[in-house]
């Protein structure tokens, strides 16, 4: 029954995660309320690992939290669910694309899709936050972490550096202020 669960949670997933890999995480938050697999907790460090891996961020993640609720074949059952929706929707889109690019409602669709993506993954940020200022022990802990999220955010804004300089410096940081 765990395999049906976790393919079915996960290809719903797949058909409304539109955006990409952090539309999913708005989704996995709503799984650690329904299913025991991970907790919110287990999720930051989830999206953590999967943005630091090779691989898109919404199929790692999908097969961490499958294997968790599943092991090994929940992992290929959970990210098979999520997969399965785009690649036939890719397909779909493919084949008459073309024809209906110029279309106003095809326009219209995608002008209607932005803000919800874009408040999707704002929705995201403010629930991971959440979940950093409850796993935070002491206010200094919090005030550090603070501080570090606006160096980067300066950083990233004004040198624009690759992801993986911003990986490597938040892993340093941790172990030089044993966050």
Known sequence: MIYL????EFLKIGLFAVGGGLATIP??????????W??????????????????????NMATYAGFQGGGVLGGIIATVGLVMP????????????????DSSIIQSIFYGLRPAVSMMITVFIIKVCMVIVELTPDFNRLIISA????????????YKCHPI?????GAVMGILLKL
């Open 27 to 36: 989704f996995l938050f709503d799984l650690t309320n329904k299913f025991d």
């Open 165 to 169: 300089f911003f990986i490597l410096l």
């Open 147 to 158: 501080g570090l999220f606006v160096c980067y955010l300066l950083l990233i804004l004004r």
């Open 86 to 101: 785009a690649f036939f929707v890719i397909i779909f889109i493919g084949k008459f694309y073309e024809k209906f690019k």
């Open 5 to 8: 669960t976790l393919f079915y």
């Open 38 to 59: 991970f907790s919110k907790e287990e999720l930051v460090s989830m999206i953590a690992l999967s943005e630091s891996t090779p691989g898109p961020l919404g199929i």
